[in-house]
């Protein structure tokens, strides 16, 4: 995982991510913890513990998280929320121009 600097990207420590992990803020619906980031993290995780490259296209990424999104229980299947707010608490990059579909309302920068 790379976090991004005014100097560019550098390479985190595990420390670091794991610190950015368990300080991640959990949502709740209906007095529930949503499932939405840890899936995302899951998946990501799942992907570079088999040696997959780490950014796809936005339209590879939405596929993937859609369908783990619905099979494992989320009411919405909306992969630009997690996304957003991984990146918003620096777990997540984003690459500069991202492109999705749809805009999540707390999204990052332009589209």
């Known amino acids: 995982m790379e976090a991004v600097g005014s100097?560019?990207?550098k390479l985190l420590i595990p420390e670091d991510v794991i610190q950015r992990i368990t300080r991640l803020k959990v949502?709740?619906?209906?007095g529930h913890p949503t499932l939405y980031k840890p899936i995302t993290l899951l998946w990501a995780m799942g992907r570079a513990a088999r040696g997959?490259?780490?950014l796809l296209s936005w339209p590879q990424t939405e596929e993937a998280l859609?369908?783990?999104l619905r099979d494992h229980g989320a009411r919405r299947e909306r992969p630009d929320y997690p996304m957003a707010s991984l990146y918003r608490e620096s777990v997540w990059e984003l690459?500069?121009?991202p492109s999705p579909r749809r805009r999540a309302r707390h999204w990052p920068g332009p589209l």
């Open 95 to 97: 690459p500069p121009n």
């Open 52 to 54: 997959e490259p780490r």
């Open 7 to 9: 100097r560019g990207p």
């Open 27 to 30: 949502s709740y619906s209906s």
């Open 66 to 68: 859609k369908r783990l």
